[in-house]
């Protein structure tokens, strides 16, 4: 996490194609606006650096196995809390 508004390096290593499941509260439609909604994202990339407590996140909300060119309509990239990843990658989900 970072004092002092910089960033730093979180461990948060997703892979890609990894499934994750965020509830409401725990990723941002912009910075600083949490999400009202749950969400399902199959990770495209993470960017390691976190400010807040937050990192970003590349990926997609369709069912790629079932569509791989799901459209931009369906492209995720928001902040997501580093914990809610965490959780995730624990097997808490």
Do not use: Y
Request: proline share 3%; charged share 25%.
């Amino acid at each position: 996490m970072s004092w002092n508004g910089r960033a730093a390096a979180v461990d948060v290593e997703a892979l890609a194609g990894t499934k994750l499941f965020l509830l409401a509260g725990e990723w941002f439609r912009e910075p600083g606006v949490p999400a009202r909604r749950d969400e399902v994202v199959i990770v495209v990339a993470i960017h390691r650096e976190t400010v807040s407590g937050r990192v970003w996140v590349k990926g997609h909300v369709c069912r790629l196995q079932d569509a791989p060119d799901c459209g931009t309509g369906s492209c995720f990239e928001h902040q997501v809390l580093a914990t809610a990843i965490s959780r995730n990658l624990a097997g808490q989900r």
